[in-house]
């Protein structure tokens, strides 16, 4: 019998059994300073239902502003977007019931891989269900004896995939080229080497340093591998992201990316030189063992898709308004990190001082989200906020008025604002 206690805030406290075995169920769920500070404040940010729709969203029963999903262009929501889901899952029913491989591949699989590929510009590309697998498939590429240089900001699927490869690890400063070089002068010539990184990061919205990883990686004959889920569609003058607005498209070897971003639904891709894509299909476990990414997700992907490329405004609005939004905020004193993109990361401090924050925001009609460690360094938390090319300018005011607001209640330790200009 294994016996359990409940602490105040209803974690399990210890288990012990009477032969003194360790328990693998003995998992303390507020080991995170976050879910510590959730239990202390009584504020979760976590796990909220809600319905969202044209940059707003009913949460609690209030209709607040959304400002904090990726749904940068504003398609999730379309109409169109819409239709195209509605028709494919009334076609083809509402799963594929199967692997790729096996009887998951339907005819809008093929099209979408191949839109994609003429999207890219790539020799071929490959559908797989999320974005989060589309990086898992690395791990069949990271073979033994190989060495992969991955960003220390990469995302946690990407840091996935390089362990379940076999491949060494090594990992290079945030956006460091120079430590990047480095660390490639220092490794074996002769082993094949891959450089991993996002294309545009996650969690404070920066870009990789494209041009100097180009050279990098050139240098040291390196292949370089860009997780483009956030960069793709928004980035660039034709929307091709990271590689687009560098003008550096040709020098990525290998892309991945996902649906549940700027194309309006979920699912993945990788997309690349065609004897690559071809030994994924068939190699990485991520594409093997799981279901196809099914009718409805496909249908809105292919419109969301079109609509993007046609409808290269909705890129111009979110950058537009996310230039607007960071010198909104940083003239409110509030620390906004510089950048260009539409996540908009606001320096907060400890876990408790987040949540708090989170929950005033909320109170002041604008959801956002709370980010703590592990996605971020511990007491280096962040409120993030999104933007959508549906916001209105009337959404913009009001999220910056809410932020004045809720760092006021929180006393959120301002930097003295710089004049505003006359
Ligand atoms: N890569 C990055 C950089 C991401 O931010 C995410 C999602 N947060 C993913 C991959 C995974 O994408 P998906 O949600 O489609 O699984």
Redesign the pocket.
């Known amino acids: 019998m294994v016996d359990v206690a409940r602490d105040g805030a209803g974690v399990p406290a210890a288990r012990r059994s009477p032969g003194g075995r360790a328990d693998v169920f003995d998992k303390r769920l507020d080991a995170s300073a976050m879910l510590r500070a959730v239990a202390e404040t009584g504020v979760s940010p976590f796990y909220r239902p809600m319905r969202a729709g044209g940059g707003e969203a009913r949460v609690d029963g209030r209709s607040v502003v959304m400002a904090g999903c990726?749904d940068y262009l504003g398609l999730a929501h379309d109409p169109r977007v819409i239709a195209a889901a509605t028709g494919a899952l009334e076609r083809y029913g509402a799963s594929c019931s199967g692997a790729r491989t096996l009887n998951g591949t339907l005819p809008l699989h093929g099209e979408l891989e191949s839109r994609i590929a003429a999207f890219l510009g790539t020799e071929d590309a490959a559908v797989v269900t999320?974005?989060?697998?589309?990086?898992l498939a690395l791990a069949a590429l990271f073979g033994p004896g190989e060495l992969v240089f991955s960003d220390a900001a990469n995302?946690a699927?990407?840091i996935d995939a390089i362990r379940l490869g076999a491949a060494r690890r090594t990992v290079y400063r945030h956006g460091d080229a120079a430590h990047l070089d480095g660390l490639l002068a220092a490794a074996d010539p002769h082993a094949a080497a891959a450089v991993v990184t996002?294309g545009?990061?996650?969690m404070d919205g920066d870009l990789c340093p494209l041009p100097a990883l180009t050279a990098v990686a050139r240098r040291h004959g390196a292949r370089l591998v860009v997780?483009g889920?956030?960069d793709i569609g928004l980035l660039g003058e034709g929307g091709r992201g990271v590689g687009e607005h560098f003008g550096l498209r040709e020098e990525i070897g290998l892309y991945?990316g996902?649906?549940?971003?700027c194309f309006g639904s979920?699912?993945?891709f990788l997309a690349g030189p065609a004897e690559v894509i071809g030994y994924l299909r068939y190699s990485a476990r991520a594409v093997l063992f799981s279901a196809s990414m099914p009718p409805a997700a496909l249908g809105a992907a292919l419109a969301a898709l079109d609509l993007a490329q046609q409808e290269p405004w909705r890129r111009d609005r979110v950058l537009r308004l996310a230039a607007r939004l960071r010198s909104e905020l940083r003239a409110s004193g509030l620390d906004v990190r510089d950048g260009v993109t539409p996540v908009v990361p606001v320096r907060v401090g400890d876990d408790a001082r987040c949540v708090r924050m989170w929950q005033a925001l909320l109170d002041e009609g604008v959801y956002t989200n709370a980010v703590g460690a592990p996605a971020v360094p511990e007491g280096g938390c962040l409120i993030r906020v999104t933007l959508q090319a549906t916001h209105t300018d009337a959404h913009l005011e009001r999220i910056v008025d809410a932020f004045a607001a809720a760092a006021r209640r929180t006393g959120l330790p301002r930097e003295t604002p710089p004049p505003r200009p006359a």
């Open positions: 990726n999320t974005g989060l697998q589309a990086n995302h699927s990407l996002d545009m990061f996650s997780d889920a956030h991945t996902t649906f549940s971003k979920t699912g993945g």
